[in-house]
């Protein structure tokens, strides 16, 4: 059966808040959603007094969206392929106001190790060229420590799923057992 724009998608949405005393994390249902301010205020309902808020979608093992919220104001956006707002109501419903990002996922490159140079072989995120096209703010977690040219690379690279740049992201902001745990579940 071959899927047409419009049709439902399977997804997953964690919102992942943050507080004095760390992150928590909650599966956040967006079945219904009328628009990008109604997931915007179930993203605030996870914990209204938190200063930071981060929705991450995978839809259908193969897009990606990520949504922030700073003082529950101050709302940014990023998806992996702008092929995700043709393609479902839920695409389109997350990123239709979203621009292009200014770096392209196969014009950077990043060093993926956390060690010193000297003790291990560099190894660099090769950006692959893909027909992914990602759309956003791409700079939403740099202050959480993964930068634009990194979030891009880890989205174009071959061999990612959605659900694997989602593991990396949040083990590199610090929530990655959080999520983990929510999946099991």
Known sequence: MTKRPGDPVSHFAAAVVRDRE???????????????EDVADRLRDADPDSPLSVL??????????????????????????SAFIAESRLGALLLSDAEEPTAEPAAVAVDDTDEEPSTVEQEEDTPVATDADPVGDPDLLTDLGVPAPRLLSLCGREGML?????AEVCQLIGCGDEVEELRDA
Request: hydrophobic share 50%; aromatic share 8%; glycine share 8%.
């Open 56 to 81: 991450f979608v995978e839809a259908d093992d193969t897009f990606l969206a990520i949504l922030r919220l700073d003082e529950g104001e101050d709302l940014r956006v990023f998806g992996s392929d």
């Open 162 to 166: 959605p659900a694997d740049v989602i």
């Open 22 to 36: 760390g992150w928590t994390a909650t599966e956040l249902d967006l079945t219904g959603a009328a628009d990008l």
